[in-house]
């Protein structure tokens, strides 16, 4: 709630707080604002401030009046047009007639702010206070401050003159080799049949999707994707121009049905799957699944991209296509952002020999090459057995947060959608988790609502939570009294 001070309006506040997220595009352009009535509710004002809030914006060029239909973000990369000022006079009447401030919103549902993939990311780099965020894709820094053993690896690898050489160079284009050569032994310890020679290493495993796509890819190509499924990916692939077909996701894996016919009718290039623990769901492939897809992939000539971001905190012998396929059709994706730290940007793609030179034509074009001293120094700690004792310890703290945040999600009146499992839960709230944003962003909380995981936007009541930063009882105090 809003609290007014000597020097600062509640009209002040709240404008000040709308503008904030606008410009930080947690609000994003298009999204509509609550209504006057709701917004008083949710602010504890009254209408009138809400009226003189909303003006203020308005006046500022950073939301749009639309006649009938409520308050709405602007695109900040456009000029303010210059009817825009003339509409803030005709916003302080506060009557419910046509054309007014009140009637426009009075129309408008309480229908709540979007948050779009683009604002989640944001997000985490403009958190709406110093709590820990439910919507967040990372674990807590303390689990990962925990990898002290990065730092020391550095300083060794600085030390021992390795980087003479390469110090003044751009280093190997397809990425440090002691780091491939030690992936594809990791690689073999899954049953996934690398060579160093068939791995690239990328500026993650977002790079490592991208690079993917744009090597196999042309605008207007059709791409199959999981659904509910990662939003950043759909955001990606739409503003690459390629044709997104949804294929709904199950517990043990794509539905192969829906899946068998977008094949028959598109012909898609490609299929981008993440097979063990699902982002968000948390499902992981059967091996019938697994089988069955790849029958398709056969019949369909297309290649699929698996993206195992989440392998290190998997079980031992998840099902995975790559293993199945032998990389054949299947191209493995992988990092260590979600594992150790997010900001080294240490991802690595492995792939069918033919394609190996044209991905890292792709690569080259994009980036040259990646960091020498980071991947020298992660390749040390995979050799010495640090990455592997830390992932367990990352399990180990996973397993008791997701019993504790699954108690308490339950005690708060919602249920899972999907058996808890990895780093991440499909939570149903009841409510229209959109609408559910904007005020948890207005507790201080970031959540991720269920829409985001759609290509097609559409109201629904999930969200996703990560069990690791859903340890406070108070934000699951918050959510249920905004429910």
């Not at 698996?306 to 998840?318: F, L, R, V």
């Amino acid at each position: 709630m809003l609290t007014r001070t000597p020097d600062r309006t509640l009209t002040d506040q709240l404008a000040e707080r709308f503008a904030e997220r606008i410009r930080a595009r947690l609000l994003p352009a298009g999204a509509r604002l609550p209504s006057v009535r709701e917004c008083a509710r949710q602010q504890g004002v009254s209408p009138h401030t809400v009226v003189a809030a909303y003006d203020k914006l308005l006046a500022q060029g950073l939301v749009q009046a639309q006649r009938q239909r409520g308050f709405f973000v602007r695109d900040l990369g456009q000029k303010v047009p210059p009817a825009q000022s003339e509409q803030a006079p005709e916003a302080i009447n506060t009557e419910a007639a046509p054309g007014t401030l009140q009637g426009a919103m009075g129309a408008a549902r309480a229908a709540g702010s979007r948050i779009n993939a683009t604002a989640l990311i944001r997000g985490m780099f403009h958190q709406p206070s110093v709590r820990p965020q439910p919507g967040a894709g990372v674990l807590p820094m303390a689990w990962l401050q925990e990898a002290r053993f990065l730092s020391a690896a550095v300083r060794k690898v600085a030390a021992s003159g390795a980087l003479d050489q390469g110090s003044f160079s751009y280093g190997e284009p397809m990425g440090d080799a002691g780091l491939r050569e030690a992936l594809a032994r990791r690689l073999g310890g899954q049953q996934i049949p690398a060579t160093a020679q068939q791995i690239i290493t990328t500026m993650g495993a977002t790079q490592a999707l991208d690079i993917v796509s744009r090597a196999l890819l042309k605008a207007g190509d059709p791409v199959l994707v999981e659904e509910p499924g990662w939003s950043v990916e759909f955001a990606r692939l739409d503003a690459l121009g390629m044709r997104v077909l949804p294929v709904p996701r199950g517990p043990d894996g794509p539905d192969l049905a829906v899946m068998a016919r977008l094949c028959e009718l598109h012909s898609p290039r490609l299929f981008v799957s993440v097979s063990v623990l699902h982002n968000p769901t948390g499902y992981s492939l059967s091996p019938a699944s697994a089988h069955r897809i790849l029958q398709l992939a056969q019949q369909h000539d297309f290649y699929i991209a698996e993206d195992d971001t989440y392998g290190h905190i998997a079980p031992e012998h998840a099902t995975r296509l790559s293993a199945l396929d032998g990389l054949a059709r299947t191209i493995y994706v992988s990092g260590f952002a979600k594992i150790l730290a997010p900001n080294w940007r240490i991802g690595y793609l492995a792939a069918p020999p033919h394609l190996v030179e044209r991905l890292l034509d792709t690569k080259l074009l994009s980036t040259l090459t990646t960091p020498s001293l980071l991947e020298k120094a992660l390749a040390l700690c995979i050799e010495q057995g640090q990455l592997r004792r830390h992932s367990e310890r990352i399990r180990q703290a996973l397993a008791q947060a997701r019993a504790r945040s699954v108690q308490l999600a339950l005690e708060a009146g919602c249920t899972f959608a999907a058996e808890p499992a990895g780093m991440f839960g499909w939570v149903d709230t009841g409510v229209d988790t959109d609408v559910l944003a904007q005020r948890m962003l207005d507790e201080g909380y970031l959540i991720a609502p269920g829409a985001l995981f759609h290509a097609t936007r559409q109201p629904c009541t999930l969200m996703r939570i990560n069990f690791g930063t859903t340890q406070e009882p108070a934000f699951w105090r918050a959510l249920r009294s905004s429910l």
